[in-house]
């Protein structure tokens, strides 16, 4: 398929969200037609298994239960939304993919080599070309999630923001662990850095894994656009 695909993973309050926004903004100055998708949810069918998913009413069902509804989720998603994006040469960027559910359903003991076969039903053979793993220690990313619940007025954690302490540093430990696996594909990101080197650390990781696809001229033009406002603010200042 002539598109891209990028998928962003990382614990809870990550910034993954916040990555992908700077990225579709640089990639779209750089020419480019971007879809940003989340997992689960990123289409009609996928958004409902969502819901039962995050809100926790499908818990009674176990892992390996819900592994098989976000496999679901999954493949609606794979059909309606990415691979359709893909053909038509978009970049697709998804907030999380099959490595949350090795990840989180893996922590909660559903054999790995059953998750890998749902994986290979629901992916059908559409699988990220880059995967960026944000990395923060479990403590800080939870305090991030009370802090943006306590801002949309005390809005509760979702079914897995929700989990003990110990199953949230497990979970990023089995991230780690996968990036280990395929550094080829997995690239670690520090997300404890400034949001502002967090995104710049981003895109030079894209920019090196797909160096066919910005030319010098956009190389050039995406430099001076980052110069020019601190240039002007500069000029101001010293003239005021």
Request: glycine fraction near 10%.
């Given at each position: 398929?002539?598109?891209?695909?990028?998928?962003?993973?990382?614990?809870?309050?990550?910034?993954?969200?916040?990555?992908?926004?700077?990225?579709?903004?640089?990639?779209?100055?750089?020419?480019?037609?971007?879809?940003?998708?989340?997992?689960?949810?990123?289409?009609?069918?996928?958004?409902?298994?969502?819901?039962?998913?995050?809100?926790?009413a499908v818990q009674d069902l176990g892992?390996?239960?819900?592994?098989?509804?976000?496999?679901?989720a999954r493949a609606?998603?794979?059909?309606?939304?990415?691979?359709?994006?893909?053909?038509?040469?978009?970049?697709?960027?998804?907030?999380?993919?099959?490595?949350?559910?090795?990840?989180?359903?893996?922590?909660?003991?559903?054999?790995?080599?059953?998750?890998?076969?749902?994986?290979?039903?629901?992916?059908?053979?559409?699988?990220?070309?880059?995967?960026?793993?944000?990395?923060?220690?479990?403590?800080?990313?939870?305090?991030?999630?009370?802090?943006?619940?306590?801002?949309?007025?005390?809005?509760?954690?979702?079914?897995?923001?929700?989990?003990?302490?110990?199953?949230?540093?497990?979970?990023?430990?089995?991230?780690?662990?996968?990036?280990?696996?395929?550094?080829?594909?997995?690239?670690?990101?520090?997300?404890?850095?400034?949001?502002?080197?967090?995104?710049?650390?981003?895109?030079?990781?894209?920019?090196?894994?797909?160096?066919?696809?910005?030319?010098?001229?956009?190389?050039?033009?995406?430099?001076?656009?980052?110069?020019?406002?601190?240039?002007?603010?500069?000029?101001?200042?010293?003239?005021?």
């Open positions: 398929m002539p598109g891209r695909f990028i998928t962003f993973e990382g614990g809870e309050g990550a910034g993954k969200s916040t990555q992908i926004a700077q990225l579709k903004k640089r990639l779209e100055a750089s020419g480019h037609t971007i879809v940003v998708t989340r997992e689960p949810g990123g289409s009609p069918g996928a958004e409902k298994i969502r819901e039962m998913l995050l809100s926790g892992p390996r239960g819900e592994a098989m509804l976000f496999a679901a609606d998603h794979v059909d309606h939304t990415i691979r359709p994006a893909l053909e038509r040469g978009d970049w697709v960027i998804c907030d999380r993919y099959a490595d949350s559910t090795r990840v989180y359903q893996g922590e909660a003991g559903v054999d790995p080599n059953y998750l890998l076969m749902l994986e290979a039903a629901a992916v059908a053979g559409v699988r990220p070309e880059l995967t960026i793993l944000i990395d923060i220690p479990v403590e800080v990313g939870l305090n991030r999630v009370r802090k943006r619940s306590k801002a949309e007025g005390g809005v509760p954690p979702d079914r897995f923001e929700g989990e003990a302490l110990g199953i949230h540093q497990r979970r990023r430990s089995l991230f780690l662990d996968l990036a280990k696996a395929e550094p080829h594909r997995v690239s670690v990101i520090d997300g404890r850095k400034p949001q502002d080197e967090v995104t710049e650390a981003v895109w030079q990781t894209v920019r090196t894994h797909f160096p066919e696809d910005f030319s010098e001229v956009q190389a050039e033009n995406e430099d001076l656009e980052q110069l020019q406002p601190e240039n002007s603010g500069k000029a101001h200042h010293d003239g005021a």
